[in-house]
């Protein structure tokens, strides 16, 4: 799976793929991720890419051209993927809501491109190019790199060979519709704060499994 991110800050996830399973990923090159400079495609010597938006209000909006020329720049990469494996992606506050069941379906595509917004936003012409816009909630972020890296994670850790234990995607919230996960615990069986004790459940340490898997069903957490 190849996740391709536009971004005039081509920099700020580094850390966040340096460390944890993102990492291990990309090293066993389950996927690859390539950040694409917006100012590549500038041609101006300020590298402009914004603009005052047309009818006048508040703030900046990213211009269409660099993002246009961006598009064809990484679609030649992926031309011979088959145009159902493939998507182009605006964040956008007010897109389609980005849960657990849309990463499961994506994670079955072969490329994503990630279009990330600054300032007001983008000139909506790009929505001609574009496959869908997502939103990873209600609530406004002021760019789209955090939402493209919620959701390369989200999908990430749903691809064979990420995690060390594939059984830990199948029973973990969220992987059946409205349903969380169950208590778990670990050492110590008792932790104590002062004279108050918190145990671990004793079936949990009764060894009888069927009864721990009864158990963890009816203590499922229902999300609401
Ligand atoms: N004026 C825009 C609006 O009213 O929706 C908000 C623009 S926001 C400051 C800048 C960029 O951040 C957006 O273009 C989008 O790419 C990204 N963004 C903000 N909130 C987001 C969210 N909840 N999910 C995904 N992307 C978001």
């Known amino acids: 799976m190849k996740f391709n991110i536009i971004t005039i800050f081509p920099k700020l996830l580094d850390s966040y793929l340096e460390e944890g399973i993102l990492s291990r990923a990309l090293a066993k090159k389950v996927i690859k991720i390539k950040t694409h400079d917006l100012r590549k495609w500038t041609k101006d010597k300020h590298r402009t890419v914004d603009d005052t938006p047309y009818g006048g209000g508040a ?110 995607v199948a029973e973990e919230s969220h992987s059946k519709k409205n349903v969380g996960e169950y208590p778990q615990y670990t050492r110590p069986e008792e932790f104590k704060v002062g004279q108050k004790k918190y145990k671990v459940p004793p079936i949990l340490l009764s060894g009888d499994h069927e009864r721990i898997k009864e158990w963890r069903r009816k203590n499922q957490k229902i999300i609401k």
């Open 59 to 168: 703030g900046m909006l990213m211009k269409i051209e660099p993002l246009y020329k961006a598009l064809q720049h990484i679609k030649k990469s992926s031309q011979k993927i088959e145009k159902k494996k493939k998507k182009i992606i605006l964040l956008s506050a007010s897109g389609k809501k980005w849960n657990q069941a849309l990463a499961q379906k994506y994670s079955t595509l072969e490329d994503i491109v990630f279009i990330c917004g600054r300032y007001e936003g983008v000139d909506w012409r790009i929505k001609e190019f574009i496959d869908e816009e997502v939103s990873i909630g209600d609530y406004v972020l002021t760019g789209g790199e955090l939402a493209a890296m919620v959701i390369i994670d989200s999908i990430t850790r749903l691809l064979p060979g990420s995690l060390g234990n594939e059984n830990s």
